[in-house]
C-alpha cells in the first residue's frame, strides 16, 4: 500500500558519489523487506543457513551496505516503534493479501510450478522479532547508527534530517516527504541492476526534494499533507474514493484551506480527516543526537561466517575492498 503519488512528484537521478560524507536516515522494515523479497533462490525461497534460518536480510544489509559505505556514506537504520491504532486496517489488509499469496503459492509447490512459485513466494514474507534483533546486531558491527523510533520509523527519519543530524531519507515510501523531510532518496538499498523480460535493467537512486516539490505543485505544506489523505495514506487506506493523486492536486489548490478541502467532499468521507492530519502535522518522533559505533570486522565474522554460514572468503573480500577504497580516498584528498 502506501502513499500513491509518485505519478505527479518531480525525482531527479543521482549517483552514490553525490552523497560521498553524507549521512542518510534509513527507514528500517522498508529496507528489510526489499531485501526479504528480492534477494531469493529461483523458485522463490529465501536464503538460508544450515539451520533453515532466513539470512535474506543479513545478506542485503551486508553487500548493500559495504557498497554504500565504500562511497563514503553514513547511515542511520531507524527501525518503527509502536503502530498508530488508525493503521489497524492497513494491516489487516496485508495480512489478509499474504494468506491469499500462500495459499498460491502452496498450489504451486504442488504443482511443481517453480515460475509461479517464485511469483507467489514474495507475497507472504514476515519479518520476526529474531530478525529484527540480528539486524540490529549486525548493522551495529557494521558501524551503523540503530535508532528505536517511538513511532512510524520514516517519520522519524525525516525528523533527523530536520534536525540537521542527517541529510536524507533513504525510503521507497513518501511518508517522509509529508511530514517535512527535506530530500527523500528512493532506490537506495536496492540492487544496481534488475532482470526484466527485456533484459536487465540499470537502477539508479532518486532524490525527491520536499520544498521543490511544493513549489512544482503550487501548495504548502498543510495542503500537501491534506493531499495525502485524499490519495490514502496507512492510516486511511484508499483514501477518498474516486479522487486520484491529480484531482487531489486540483481540489487542494481550489479550496486552499484543510476546513474547506474536506468540507467540499464530507459527504464522501468515511474516516476522520482530522486524526490522519494531526499524525502527519504533529508526528511522533524524538529529538535525540546519532551515535555512530565503530566498524567491527571480527563481529561481523562472528554473526554472519559463524552463526549464519557466509564464505568468509566473500565477506573478507568485502574488507579488502572497503580498505582500497579508503586508500584511494586518501590520495584523492592529499592531491
Known amino acids: ?44 525461497t529465501p536464503l538460508m543457513d544450515s539451520k533453515g534460518r532466513v539470512t535474506s536480510h543479513l545478506s542485503g544489509l551486508f553487500y548493500r551496505n559495504m557498497a554504500l559505505f565504500a562511497e563514503g556514506i553514513k547511515l542511520i537504520y531507524v527501525f518503527d516503534g509502536e503502530y498508530n491504532v488508525l493503521k489497524g486496517k492497513t494491516h489487516e489488509a496485508r495480512e489478509e493479501a499474504k494468506d491469499v499469496a500462500k495459499e498460491k503459492y502452496l498450489a504451486a509447490v504442488e504443482e511443481e510450478d517453480v515460475d509461479t512459485m517464485a511469483k507467489y513466494a514474495r507475497g507472504f514474507t514476515k519479518l520476526t522479532p529474531e530478525m529484527i534483533a540480528e539486524s540490529k546486531e549486525l548493522l551495529e558491527a557494521m ?21 540537521g543530524e542527517a541529510d536524507a531519507v533513504g525510503s521507497q515510501d513518501y511518508d517522509a516527504l509529508v511530514v517535512g523531510g527535506k530530500k527523500l532518496i528512493q532506490n537506495l538499498t536496492l ?38 489523505i485524499l490519495v490514502g495514506t496507512d492510516f486511511n487506506p484508499g483514501g477518498v474514493k474516486g479522487i486520484g493523486p491529480k484531482k487531489a492536486l486540483a481540489l487542494v489548490r481550489e479550496k486552499k484551506y484543510p476546513v474547506s478541502i474536506f ?20 508526528p511522533n518522533v524524538r529529538r535525540e543526537k546519532v551515535d555512530f559505533p565503530k566498524f567491527d570486522p571480527e563481529k561481523i565474522r562472528k554473526i554472519l561466517v559463524e552463526q549464519h ?3 568468509l572468503e566473500r565477506i573478507n573480500n568485502q574488507f579488502l575492498k572497503m580498505d582500497e577504497f579508503k586508500k584511494k580516498s586518501a590520495q ?3 592531491f
Open 143 to 163: 558501524g551503523a547508527a540503530v535508532f528505536q523510533a517511538p513511532g512510524e520509523g520514516e517519520m522519524q527519519c525525516a525528523e533527523f534530517v530536520k534536525m
Open 191 to 228: 540492487s544496481r541492476t534488475r532482470k526484466t523480460r527485456g533484459g536487465i535493467v540499470n537502477i539508479s537512486p532518486e532524490i525527491i526534494e520536499y520544498e521543490k516539490v511544493l513549489n512544482e505543485l503550487g501548495i504548502d505544506a498543510d495542503q500537501f499533507i491534506c493531499l495525502a
Open 332 to 334: 584523492k584528498t592529499l
Open 1 to 44: 500500500m502506501g502513499l500513491q503519488i509518485g505519478e505527479i512528484i518531480s525525482k531527479r537521478e543521482v549517483h552514490f558519489s553525490d552523497f560521498r560524507g553524507k549521512v542518510i536516515a534509513v527507514d528500517a522494515f522498508n529496507a528489510l523487506y526489499q531485501f526479504l523479497t528480492s534477494i531469493r533462490q529461483p523458485d522463490g
Open 263 to 282: 468540507k467540499a467532499i464530507e459527504e464522501r468521507l468515511d474516516f476522520n480527516w482530522q486524526e490522519v492530519f494531526e499524525i502527519f502535522k504533529k
Open 309 to 311: 554460514d557466509f564464505s
